[in-house]
């Protein structure tokens, strides 16, 4: 399996299917989200269904692993492309008709999204699933795990601050813009492309991230016009 | 119709493979739109050899689109701003009176530059030595007719290998990959059933052969296929992934 | 007067019927076997399709191959510009093709010049290239039931060309390239880019080796061999602007020549009639369009002369002017072969028009090729099918869209049907030194038909010197490996060295440019499309002056001993003056018309060639005599035993 360290076309694989997988994981995430619109018990229903039980830390240690491993390539395949490029830069470079902004700066959203992330989860995973984790599973008693299963109490609280909506927007678009391109290149990285499907998976690739992010920035969007 | 304008030349003049390198800008006047951009560099070396310099170097020969000779990094795009043609064909009617143009060589680890504008491009020929062949010697080959290619699949091959083997693709690349031009020559055999014997062994061994020469990883940006002058189409890329992946989980 | 040797040539044709000879040569050759293949080192010069497909051929029978070449890839030889296609009798369309018919159209469209046993040799072995070429997977141009499909030429009435869109030069190089990477990836051939060959050495009269100079480096180097095989294409480029590339040259050839190597028919040099017409004195290179084009295009020219002069003014535009007021000429000279007469027909008739006053474009010095009617019968869809890279080609060009109007062509120098002198074997009269491709000037005598260049260069490639020159190497087998330190390299190298050192010392004025811009303007004028005596006695005494002018006038910029694009251009046009003055011989020699050498004093009340057989049915062997000293001829005689030749009729 060392041509998945080796090959550039082993690495493209890892870095598709990870990438892949973070795209599922958005879209249930922008689903279960969206719910809280409907209505925030169903939304805590949820919490308290994943919290701290075996199965959602597994998901959660799978998820991280896909995150870090996404990442990792993500800074291995940069350096060695900076390297095949060579020393000399182009004075003059000018941009390709059809080709994506996004495409061409696949890592510096990928930073801002992660940027975007730490702060996503000390707004909530650090006060829910980390504090169960904590509580139950490590012993460390003193964590108050009161609000834990609560993600309406701490979606109210973060999205009440107008700053906030704003900052997740901007940070959904981060993650519009890497889906875009991420999906149907992460297809096309595995293979699944050709004259009739490559049209038809980039528009695919639209919908799924707009889809997605739509459904993430509802709830910035509902609490920064006070409908909510 | 066409005129004759006046115009500036920024060129990248580089002493050899190891020196540094620098711009230097140089006029020309009354230049016909109706002539090539060649012929451009033509007259301005006429000129510099006239004033007692040392003419541009850089590479070309067929002068018609077809050897893949020429290269040239022209106002920011390979093979210059105009569509689907190789430097050779560009005509200075793309260009207006006053102008700047600026002229780099290919700027990629995998193409070293030489002289000027003039890089060395060996690297794609060891690509194609490692596997991009079908493995037949002279003679005591089948009537031609006795393998049957499907229409559509041969068209497609074609389309594959009209590659000129430039280095456009890696040259344009922002991770100076080479996948456009190996994708094409791995799916020119695979579309045939004269490829298909060894088609699992040429993709390893000619994405081994570019991953060895230094080229980059792809991402899939399409700026290759956008500047290849042959319209090369990166679902030949997908072809490729797709041929080495299956060869691997098969071994 | 030229000088006459008499020498009795010995072209080694084999006993037997003329079906008969090629296997009759190979039952009775003798060969090398493999213990003794490995011990024997050839040098191929040159990796276009003949240089490709000879090296791959000979590593893969086992020899030592060494492969040189001037670009910095094989697979840039100038082979891959070849657009319409490559001649073979499969009678796959089941019109009536044959061995025979493939053969007896070349010698006729050769104006009878061309070696019998030879060209059926070419005919005979022309399918098994196809065969070898789909074997390699190029993607030859298929129906829809997965057959392959075939086009008509100029010159033949059956379809016999196969094809791959307007690329097939291309592709089939790339299939020769594929098969010599393969050759180098194992080991059987080392290849050398970028490297120009300046001389050949000969030890005890056999040619055992070459001279290059790295054109990166600027070093001489030295290389050794059993024996050499010359692959460099032609001399066209002589003429300055031409449809060859840009480091085209016939330098490798022409140091055989001074080496002793007799260069035949240099006066044969081929006019295609359809390429982009010349734009201005900048002009660096003249770009071809496909003859295919003539299957469906119609040429035309006004048939009013104030028409002509309307358009040329811009007054008019083609498509002003009337059905009734267009003078399809080839259809009205040749009805029984149109627009699809032979090269050499095609072009005569474009320059006897515009040297009529008839000529378009703003110099007056093009004719249409007109598509309107290909479009309206088959629609647009299939005429861009067919033609639309060159269409796109030409409209980059020329900023002229081809579907509203006609295309505007003229003539042009394209390929040299003369060459180095090679027995049937393809060995010069050097032993050891082979030439194949077009710098043979084997197998087209006077006029070489459309889409047979690049079966001649396969032919000779893969099927016919790895045979044929075993039969000289079978003797060569215990001789040693040469080195390269042996006196007669060391003399060659003072020799470039010191030639080198004379152009680099001229220090004058001129480019090399300049000076090869004005040996095209003589050539062109003088030893053009039309020749006459008067006229090539004063190309010979401009070019001796132009030769003068080059070596006391010449100006090479930079160092002899790095990369010198300058110097390089300045030797091999050193050679093409030399050789523009042994083509003016020649045609000054050959008092008759035939193919694509066309004496004004010798033509039909019509303006037809007029060949005359009874004295000019020889191959004119051209031998060196040294430096300033008029060439001597040595005549080998075309004795016919069994075509019956007749004057080309492509009227009826």
Same mark, same amino acid.
């Given at each position: 399996?060392?041509?998945?360290?080796?090959s550039?076309?082993?690495?493209?694989?890892?870095?598709?299917l990870?990438?892949l997988?973070?795209?599922?994981?958005?879209?249930?995430?922008?689903?279960?989200?969206?719910?809280?619109?409907?209505?925030?018990?169903?939304?805590?229903?949820?919490c308290?269904?994943?919290?701290?039980?075996?199965?959602?830390?597994?998901?959660?240690?799978?998820?991280?692993?896909?995150?870090?491993?996404?990442?990792?390539?993500?800074?291995?395949?940069?350096?060695?492309?900076?390297?095949?490029?060579?020393?000399?830069?182009y004075?003059v470079?000018g941009?390709?008709?059809?080709?994506?902004?996004?495409?061409?700066?696949?890592?510096?959203?990928?930073?801002?999204?992660?940027?975007?992330?730490?702060?996503?989860?000390?707004?909530?995973?650090?006060?829910m699933?980390?504090?169960?984790?904590?509580?139950?599973?490590?012993?460390?008693e003193?964590?108050?795990?009161?609000?834990?299963?609560?993600g309406?109490?701490?979606?109210?609280? $973060?999205? /009440?601050?107008? =700053? +906030?909506? !704003?900052?997740?927007?901007?940070? %959904?678009?981060?993650?519009?813009?890497?889906?875009?391109?991420?999906?149907?290149?992460?297809?096309?990285?595995?293979?699944?492309?050709?004259?009739?499907?490559l049209?038809?998976?980039? $528009?695919? /690739?639209a919908? =799924? +991230?707009? !889809?997605t992010?739509?459904?993430? %920035?509802?709830?910035?969007?509902?609490?920064?016009?006070?409908?909510? | 119709?066409?005129k004759?304008?006046?115009?500036?030349?920024?060129?990248?003049?580089?002493?050899?493979p190891?020196?540094?390198?620098?711009?230097?800008t140089?006029?020309?006047?009354?230049?016909?739109?109706?002539?090539?951009?060649?012929?451009m560099?033509d007259?301005?070396?006429?000129?510099?050899i006239?004033?007692?310099?040392?003419p541009?170097?850089?590479?070309?020969?067929?002068r018609?689109g077809?050897?893949?000779?020429?290269?040239?990094?022209i106002?920011?795009?390979p093979?210059?701003?105009?569509?689907?043609?190789?430097?050779?064909?560009?005509?200075?009617?793309?260009?207006?009176e006053?102008?700047?143009?600026?002229?780099?060589p290919?700027?990629s680890?995998?193409?070293p530059?030489?002289?000027?504008?003039?890089?060395?491009?060996?690297?794609?020929d060891?690509?194609?030595?490692?596997?991009?062949?079908?493995s037949?010697?002279?003679?005591?080959t089948?009537?031609?007719?006795?393998?049957?290619?499907?229409?559509?699949?041969?068209e497609?091959?074609?389309?594959?290998?009209?590659?000129?083997?430039c280095?456009?693709?890696?040259?344009?690349?922002?991770n100076?990959?080479?996948?456009?031009?190996?994708?094409?020559?791995?799916?020119?055999?695979?579309?045939?059933?004269?490829?298909?014997?060894?088609?699992?062994?040429?993709?390893?061994?000619?994405?081994?052969?570019?991953?060895?020469?230094?080229?980059?990883?792809c991402?899939?940006?399409g700026?290759?296929?956008v500047?290849?002058?042959k319209?090369?189409?990166?679902?030949?890329?997908?072809?490729?992934?797709?041929?080495?992946?299956?060869?691997?989980f098969?071994? | 007067?030229?000088?006459?040797?008499?020498?009795?040539?010995?072209?080694?044709?084999p006993?037997?019927?003329?079906?008969?000879?090629w296997?009759?040569?190979?039952?009775?050759?003798?060969?090398v076997?493999?213990?003794?293949?490995?011990?024997?080192?050839?040098?191929?010069?040159?990796?276009?399709?003949?240089?490709?497909?000879?090296?791959?051929?000979?590593?893969e029978?086992?020899?030592?191959?060494?492969?040189?070449?001037?670009?910095?890839?094989p697979?840039?030889?100038?082979?891959?510009?070849?657009?319409?296609?490559?001649?073979?009798?499969?009678?796959?369309?089941?019109?009536?093709?044959?061995?025979?018919?493939?053969?007896?159209?070349?010698?006729?469209?050769?104006?009878?010049?061309a070696?019998?046993?030879?060209?059926?040799?070419?005919?005979?072995?022309?399918?098994?290239?196809?065969?070898?070429?789909?074997?390699q997977?190029?993607?030859?141009?298929?129906?829809?039931?997965?057959?392959?499909?075939?086009?008509?030429?100029?010159?033949?009435?059956?379809?016999?060309?196969?094809?791959a869109r307007?690329?097939?030069?291309?592709?089939?190089?790339?299939?020769a390239?594929?098969?010599?990477?393969?050759?180098?990836?194992?080991?059987q051939v080392?290849?050398?880019?970028r490297?120009?060959m300046?001389?050949?050495?000969?030890?005890?009269?056999?040619?055992r080796?070459i001279?290059?100079?790295n054109?990166?480096?600027?070093?001489?180097?030295?290389?050794?061999?059993?024996?050499?095989?010359?692959?460099?294409?032609?001399?066209?480029?002589?003429?300055?602007?031409?449809?060859?590339?840009?480091?085209?040259?016939?330098?490798a050839?022409?140091q055989?020549?001074?080496?002793?190597?007799?260069?035949?028919n240099?006066?044969?040099?081929?006019?295609?009639?359809t390429?982009?017409?010349?734009?201005?004195?900048?002009?660096?290179k003249?770009t071809?369009?496909?003859?295919?084009?003539?299957?469906?295009?119609?040429?035309?020219?006004?048939?009013?002369?104030?028409?002509a002069?309307?358009?040329?003014?811009?007054?008019?535009?083609?498509?002003?002017?009337?059905?009734?007021?267009?003078?399809?000429?080839?259809?009205?000279?040749?009805?029984?072969?149109?627009?699809?007469?032979?090269?050499?027909v095609?072009?005569?008739?474009?320059k006897e028009?515009?040297?009529?006053?008839?000529?378009v474009?703003?110099?007056?010095?093009?004719?249409?090729?007109d598509?309107?009617?290909?479009i309206?019968r088959?629609?647009?869809?299939?005429v861009?099918?067919?033609?639309?890279?060159?269409?796109?080609?030409?409209?980059?060009?020329?900023?002229?869209?081809?579907?509203?109007?006609?295309?505007?062509?003229?003539p042009?120098i394209?390929?040299?049907?003369g060459?180095?002198?090679?027995d049937?074997?393809?060995?010069?009269?050097?032993?050891?030194?082979?030439?194949?491709?077009?710098?043979?000037?084997?197998?087209?005598?006077a006029?070489?038909l459309?889409?047979?260049?690049?079966?001649?260069?396969?032919?000779d490639?893969?099927?016919?010197?790895?045979?044929?020159?075993?039969?000289?190497?079978?003797?060569?087998?215990n001789?040693?490996?040469?080195?390269?330190?042996?006196?007669?390299?060391?003399?060659?190298?003072?020799?470039?060295?010191?030639?080198?050192?004379r152009l680099?010392?001229i220090?004058?004025?001129?480019?090399v440019?300049?000076?090869?811009?004005?040996?095209?303007?003589?050539?062109?004028?003088?030893?053009?499309?039309?020749?006459?005596?008067?006229?090539?006695?004063?190309?010979?005494?401009?070019?001796?002056?132009?030769?003068?002018?080059?070596?006391?006038?010449?100006?090479?910029?930079?160092?002899?001993?790095?990369?010198?694009?300058?110097?390089?251009?300045?030797?091999?046009?050193?050679?093409?003056?030399?050789?523009?003055?042994?083509?003016?011989?020649?045609?000054?020699?050959?008092?008759?018309?035939c193919?694509?050498?066309?004496?004004?004093?010798?033509?039909t009340?019509d303006?037809e060639?007029?060949?005359?057989?009874?004295?000019?049915?020889?191959?004119?062997?051209?031998?060196y005599?040294?430096?300033?000293?008029?060439?001597?001829?040595?005549?080998?005689?075309?004795?016919?035993?069994?075509?019956?030749?007749?004057?080309?009729?492509?009227?009826?």
């Amino acid at each position: 399996m060392r041509w998945l360290i080796n090959s550039p076309i082993g690495r493209k694989f890892v870095m598709s299917l990870t990438g892949l997988g973070l795209v599922l994981f958005a879209l249930f995430h922008a689903a279960m989200n969206f719910v809280y619109l409907i209505s925030p018990e169903a939304y805590n229903a949820i919490c308290n269904f994943l919290g701290a039980n075996w199965y959602a830390i597994i998901a959660t240690i799978g998820l991280f692993a896909l995150f870090g491993i996404h990442i990792i390539y993500a800074i291995i395949l940069s350096l060695q492309n900076r390297k095949a490029r060579g020393n000399d830069r182009y004075a003059v470079a000018g941009r390709q008709k059809g080709v994506s902004w996004a495409s061409m700066n696949m890592l510096l959203i990928g930073l801002a999204i992660l940027a975007f992330l730490v702060m996503h989860m000390v707004h909530f995973w650090s006060k829910m699933q980390m504090i169960e984790v904590g509580h139950y599973i490590l012993g460390m008693e003193h964590l108050d795990t009161s609000r834990a299963a609560d993600g309406a109490y701490h979606i109210a609280s $973060v999205f /009440s601050n107008p =700053i +906030a909506c !704003i900052i997740y927007i901007i940070g %959904v678009f981060a993650l519009w813009l890497h889906m875009t391109h991420g999906f149907w290149s992460g297809m096309q990285s595995l293979g699944f492309s050709n004259n009739v499907w490559l049209p038809r998976i980039k $528009v695919l /690739s639209a919908i =799924i +991230a707009t !889809i997605t992010c739509l459904l993430f %920035v509802a709830i910035p969007l509902v609490y920064l016009f006070g409908i909510k | 119709m066409d005129k004759d304008i006046n115009i500036k030349i920024k060129v990248w003049r580089q002493d050899g493979p190891k020196v540094k390198g620098r711009f230097e800008t140089y006029e020309l006047k009354n230049i016909s739109q109706g002539s090539s951009f060649l012929e451009m560099l033509d007259i301005l070396n006429e000129q510099l050899i006239n004033e007692g310099g040392s003419p541009v170097v850089f590479d070309h020969d067929c002068r018609e689109g077809i050897c893949g000779m020429c290269s040239l990094y022209i106002n920011g795009h390979p093979h210059g701003p105009d569509e689907d043609i190789t430097t050779c064909q560009l005509h200075m009617r793309k260009f207006k009176e006053g102008e700047t143009i600026t002229i780099e060589p290919w700027r990629s680890a995998g193409f070293p530059v030489i002289k000027d504008l003039m890089v060395d491009r060996s690297a794609y020929d060891k690509i194609i030595q490692a596997g991009g062949y079908v493995s037949v010697n002279t003679g005591g080959t089948p009537d031609a007719n006795s393998i049957l290619i499907p229409y559509e699949d041969a068209e497609m091959a074609m389309d594959a290998a009209a590659c000129v083997g430039c280095g456009a693709c890696a040259a344009t690349c922002k991770n100076g990959s080479a996948m456009l031009f190996v994708s094409a020559k791995v799916s020119q055999f695979a579309l045939l059933p004269q490829g298909r014997p060894e088609a699992a062994r040429r993709a390893k061994a000619m994405v081994a052969k570019m991953e060895e020469l230094g080229f980059g990883n792809c991402t899939n940006t399409g700026a290759c296929e956008v500047e290849c002058p042959k319209s090369i189409s990166i679902t030949n890329i997908a072809r490729l992934n797709r041929e080495y992946l299956c060869a691997k989980f098969k071994d | 007067m030229t000088q006459i040797d008499n020498k009795k040539i010995d072209s080694k044709i084999p006993q037997g019927t003329l079906e008969g000879k090629w296997t009759n040569y190979k039952d009775h050759q003798k060969l090398v076997n493999p213990a003794n293949k490995r011990r024997l080192d050839v040098i191929v010069v040159g990796t276009g399709l003949a240089g490709a497909s000879a090296a791959a051929s000979l590593g893969e029978m086992g020899f030592n191959v060494l492969n040189f070449c001037i670009q910095d890839s094989p697979r840039r030889a100038h082979s891959i510009a070849a657009q319409g296609g490559i001649n073979a009798a499969k009678n796959y369309p089941n019109d009536g093709d044959s061995v025979y018919r493939l053969f007896y159209d070349t010698i006729k469209g050769g104006d009878y010049r061309a070696r019998e046993a030879n060209v059926y040799r070419l005919a005979e072995v022309a399918n098994e290239i196809i065969d070898q070429c789909v074997a390699q997977g190029v993607p030859f141009a298929r129906d829809y039931g997965g057959l392959l499909d075939n086009r008509s030429f100029g010159g033949a009435q059956v379809s016999r060309t196969f094809y791959a869109r307007g690329q097939t030069g291309q592709q089939l190089l790339l299939g020769a390239y594929s098969s010599l990477s393969r050759a180098v990836h194992k080991k059987q051939v080392k290849l050398f880019t970028r490297r120009e060959m300046l001389d050949l050495v000969m030890i005890d009269g056999r040619a055992r080796g070459i001279l290059v100079r790295n054109l990166v480096t600027g070093e001489i180097e030295r290389y050794a061999a059993h024996a050499v095989v010359i692959a460099t294409g032609g001399y066209g480029n002589t003429f300055f602007l031409s449809t060859n590339a840009m480091t085209s040259n016939g330098s490798a050839a022409w140091q055989c020549y001074k080496k002793g190597a007799m260069f035949a028919n240099p006066c044969m040099t081929q006019i295609h009639p359809t390429c982009i017409p010349v734009h201005g004195e900048f002009q660096s290179k003249l770009t071809l369009m496909s003859e295919s084009l003539r299957n469906d295009g119609r040429i035309w020219v006004p048939k009013k002369l104030e028409d002509a002069v309307a358009i040329r003014e811009g007054k008019l535009r083609p498509t002003d002017i009337k059905e009734e007021n267009r003078d399809y000429y080839l259809e009205r000279r040749y009805p029984a072969f149109g627009n699809l007469v032979p090269r050499d027909v095609a072009s005569r008739a474009a320059k006897e028009r515009c040297d009529a006053g008839y000529g378009v474009g703003n110099t007056g010095l093009a004719v249409y090729l007109d598509f309107a009617d290909a479009i309206q019968r088959l629609g647009k869809d299939v005429v861009e099918a067919r033609y639309g890279n060159l269409f796109q080609m030409y409209e980059k060009i020329v900023d002229d869209n081809p579907y509203q109007t006609p295309m505007m062509i003229y003539p042009a120098i394209h390929y040299t049907m003369g060459g180095v002198w090679v027995d049937y074997e393809l060995m010069t009269s050097i032993p050891g030194c082979f030439c194949i491709g077009e710098a043979n000037f084997s197998d087209h005598g006077a006029n070489r038909l459309g889409a047979s260049a690049l079966m001649q260069g396969l032919a000779d490639g893969y099927f016919v010197l790895p045979y044929t020159i075993q039969n000289y190497l079978s003797d060569q087998i215990n001789v040693p490996r040469f080195k390269t330190d042996a006196p007669e390299f060391e003399q060659a190298e003072k020799e470039i060295n010191d030639r080198v050192e004379r152009l680099m010392n001229i220090k004058g004025t001129h480019s090399v440019d300049y000076i090869h811009k004005k040996l095209g303007h003589i050539m062109w004028d003088f030893v053009g499309m039309g020749r006459d005596a008067e006229g090539l006695k004063k190309a010979i005494a401009d070019i001796k002056e132009l030769k003068k002018e080059f070596w006391s006038d010449l100006r090479i910029p930079g160092d002899k001993d790095k990369l010198n694009v300058e110097l390089e251009k300045a030797l091999r046009l050193a050679d093409f003056i030399e050789i523009g003055e042994l083509m003016a011989h020649d045609a000054l020699d050959r008092e008759e018309s035939c193919g694509g050498h066309f004496r004004l004093e010798y033509q039909t009340p019509d303006g037809e060639a007029l060949r005359n057989d009874e004295k000019f049915a020889y191959v004119s062997c051209w031998e060196y005599q040294g430096e300033d000293k008029d060439p001597m001829m040595a005549k080998e005689p075309l004795d016919y035993e069994f075509v019956v030749r007749q004057q080309r009729n492509y009227k009826a």
